[in-house]
């Protein structure tokens, strides 16, 4: 089982309609639908990236030329960007909208033995370096969801977080 | 050949290009030689080459320029396989590389002591135009090359390590007034508006 077309289909359209216009990204396991998606749409500049610490750099950078910039990463990766998440989105005050496969949450219909561990410190670690997150289990609200979280990146120029679990982790 | 030497011959020669410091020592130097609002002065380990990548995908059109040493792109050594592939045409990087942790106070050696090349390990991450400068007047000349063409150039300058930072007055500019200097620059110079949300 992946996502459902349907479902990545209307996450990338939600990106579109939040203006998000360049992601970089770490291809994980769960969201992994929506790559080809973002790749076809010339709405969206992809860029690949072969850590989540660059993708925190590369994103900020282009942040800070005008672009809309979202970061597609698992939530491993946000282990893995902690420092520049801190040291440059957070210390320039740059707005990042993260994207993060929530493997290892409570509701990842394919949690196992590999993720648990790495899911159970996500969101601890999201309020300790004060990134506000959303857990997202369903794609009733997604589009406004989205919506939602990109205004409050650039309101508060930082990064926000949204978590993808349930639906989108069959 | 010391970075210093190195930056005054880049500071004449800066216009319109953005140019990102790394960590310390060239951050404090370049903030002495150089107060264009297209300065970014990043300072921390590991993060100024990244963001110079993405400063230059998003402003294709205009010259990026990355101060870089050898401990910080030691500390990131992913952005070599990610900047080949990306390859921006307009993006320079200079590595200065004194082979040492200056920033510990006790000259801790780097890996560029030892047996690494950065000019090496560039071009195996697929950057073809990385190549080792190791006197001022090859600077220069390869400094000159990079401003007047067209493709993404690794430089690594291999350099004695200098302390003459530590004499210099650090710049007070804070970091968010630097993103906000940096930013309304580009906003005027562009000709839009660069970050959105209702002031």
Known sequence: ?????????????????????????????RLSQILPLLR??????????????????????AALTGKQVAIYIEC?????????????????????LLIVGYLGSMADQRN?????????YVEPLLQALQIQFQVLEDGERLEA??????????????????????DFTR | MIRFDCLK?????????????????????????????????????????????????GLPQRKVIVLESDGSVLLSLFNL?????????????????????????????TATAGKTDLTMMARGAGIEQATTVRDLATFEQEMETALNGTQLKFI??????SVAHREITRTDLDPLENKYQFVRYLERTEGRPIFRGRG
């Open chain 1, 1 to 29: 089982m992946h996502l459902e077309v349907e479902l990545a289909q209307k996450l990338v359209s939600g990106l579109k309609q939040a203006r998000i216009d360049l992601v970089t990204y770490l291809p994980e396991i």
């Open chain 1, 40 to 61: 076809d749409d010339p709405a969206f500049t992809l860029v690949p990236v072969a850590s989540e610490s660059e993708a925190v750099t590369i994103g900020a950078g």
């Open chain 1, 76 to 96: 491993t990766g946000l282990y893995v960007s902690c420092y520049t998440l801190v040291s440059i989105a957070r210390r320039y005050g740059v707005p990042l």
């Open chain 1, 112 to 120: 196992n033995s590999v993720y648990a561990v790495s899911g159970t």
């Open chain 1, 145 to 166: 969801d989205i919506q939602d979280a990109v205004r409050q990146m650039h309101a508060l120029k930082l990064p926000v977080a949204l978590l993808f679990s349930g």
């Open chain 2, 9 to 57: 011959l880049l500071e004449p020669r800066i216009t319109d290009q953005l140019v990102v410091t790394s960590l310390s020592g060239q951050k404090i130097e370049w903030a002495s030689l150089s107060q264009h609002p297209g300065n970014l002065l990043v300072g921390t380990m590991g993060t100024a080459l990244g963001v110079g990548i993405g400063l230059a995908i």
């Open chain 2, 81 to 109: 396989a990610t900047l080949a592939n990306l390859d921006p045409k307009n993006l320079i990087v200079f590595v200065f590389d004194n082979q040492v942790y200056s920033g510990t106070r006790i000259s801790e050696p």
């Open chain 2, 156 to 161: 690594v300058c291999k350099i004695d390590e």
